[in-house]
């Protein structure tokens, strides 16, 4: 979606990336332009309003990808860390503990390929979908151009937690499929980008979850955040295309080739959605 949107802001409850475990309670610290917040409705989610022009990305139809709204929340950092490999169908989530969290090409070498900031430049904590441990280091999916980026982080500079639950979007079939523990739990109808400007494939993750301030808009009630960017639109009021999953207000064209990157679901689907999944959640996103 392409266009400035106004939002107000209030922090409720951030939870723990494994839903199973207790959620913590949060404060809000500073706020910025580029990206928003985790944090949805039931299941101890973080409920988000905010005052702030933002963007969410490439995504509601007929317009270009806008800033993601600011949010106000405060990093993980005391989600449990787990001592051994995820189970199957678990999935490892990295939450940043320090206020910038370095990343390196390989865990052999000492010399940094970049820096991120936590929380990010509109508060929000900065978590990574974690792809594999090794020694004292994680290799994490990285929020960054090009898609399917992948850095090392050392384990020290974050603390783990685990959701079970996993998304696949098949473009071909308009479907997005939410497992938990490795099994199908929903099956729901989306609308992709359209030829022009086309949905990414690849691996990606949740890193955010806003709450419009109009819900009859083109973002419907919530809007997730994603890891990944659009191919095509790679700027627009000096923020990046990134493409985020939402709700809409034309459910007629869900199931169809329709937006101008993002993932668009009904908003009942959505609402459902952010009360299952959290932030950190993998997305796998056919070619």
Same mark, same amino acid.
């Given at each position: 979606?392409?266009? =400035?949107? $106004?939002?107000?802001? /209030?922090?409720?409850?951030?939870?723990?990336?494994?839903?199973? &475990?207790?959620?913590?309670? =949060?404060?809000?610290?500073?706020?910025?332009?580029?990206?928003?917040?985790?944090?949805? @409705?039931?299941?101890?989610? @973080?409920? *988000? #309003?905010?005052?702030?022009?933002?963007?969410?990305?490439?995504?509601?139809?007929?317009?270009?990808?806008? %800033?993601?709204?600011?949010?106000?929340? =405060?990093?993980? $950092?005391?989600?449990?860390?787990?001592?051994?490999?995820?189970?199957?169908?678990?999935?490892?989530?990295?939450?940043?503990?320090?206020?910038?969290?370095?990343?390196?090409?390989?865990?052999?070498?000492?010399?940094?390929?970049?820096?991120? $900031?936590?929380?990010? !430049?509109?508060?929000?904590?900065?978590?990574?979908?974690?792809?594999?441990?090794?020694?004292?280091?994680?290799?994490?999916?990285?929020?960054?151009?090009?898609?399917?980026?992948?850095?090392?982080?050392?384990?020290?500079?974050?603390?783990?937690?685990?959701? %079970?639950?996993?998304?696949?979007?098949?473009?071909?079939?308009?479907?997005?499929?939410?497992?938990?523990?490795?099994?199908?739990?929903?099956?729901?109808?989306?609308?992709?980008?359209?030829?022009? =400007?086309?949905?990414?494939?690849? #691996? +990606?993750?949740?890193? #955010? @979850?806003?709450?419009?301030?109009?819900?009859?808009?083109?973002?419907?009630?919530?809007? +997730?955040?994603?890891?990944? +960017?659009?191919?095509?639109? /790679?700027?627009?009021?000096?923020?990046?295309?990134?493409?985020?999953?939402?709700?809409?207000? &034309?459910?007629?064209?869900?199931?169809?080739? $329709?937006?101008?990157?993002?993932?668009?679901?009904?908003? !009942?689907?959505?609402?459902?959605?952010?009360?299952? *999944?959290?932030?950190?959640?993998?997305?796998?996103?056919?070619?």
């Amino acid at each position: 979606m392409v266009s =400035t949107m $106004a939002t107000r802001r /209030t922090a409720v409850h951030l939870p723990d990336a494994d839903p199973d &475990r207790a959620t913590r309670r =949060t404060r809000p610290r500073g706020t910025g332009r580029h990206r928003c917040a985790c944090g949805p @409705l039931a299941a101890g989610l @973080l409920a *988000v #309003e905010m005052i702030a022009v933002g963007m969410l990305s490439a995504c509601a139809g007929g317009d270009p990808p806008a %800033p993601r709204p600011p949010t106000t929340t =405060t990093p993980a $950092a005391h989600a449990p860390r787990p001592t051994a490999a995820p189970a199957a169908g678990r999935h490892l989530v990295a939450w940043a503990v320090n206020p910038e969290i370095t990343w390196y090409a390989d865990p052999n070498q000492d010399t940094a390929r970049g820096r991120l $900031a936590n929380p990010n !430049e509109q508060g929000a904590p900065l978590v990574f979908a974690v792809v594999r441990r090794w020694a004292d280091w994680l290799q994490v999916l990285l929020p960054v151009r090009p898609n399917g980026s992948r850095g090392w982080l050392r384990a020290a500079d974050v603390r783990l937690s685990e959701t %079970p639950y996993a998304l696949r979007v098949d473009r071909a079939a308009h479907r997005l499929t939410v497992l938990r523990d490795g099994a199908v739990l929903a099956r729901l109808p989306v609308g992709i980008g359209t030829g022009t =400007t086309p949905t990414p494939s690849g #691996e +990606f993750y949740l890193t #955010e @979850l806003l709450r419009p301030s109009d819900p009859a808009g083109p973002w419907g009630p919530l809007a +997730f955040g994603l890891s990944g +960017f659009s191919d095509v639109i /790679t700027s627009f009021n000096g923020a990046d295309g990134i493409i985020g999953l939402h709700g809409t207000n &034309r459910p007629d064209l869900v199931g169809t080739d $329709a937006s101008l990157g993002c993932v668009r679901l009904r908003n !009942e689907d959505i609402i459902k959605l952010a009360g299952m *999944v959290p932030v950190g959640t993998p997305v796998a996103i056919s070619p």
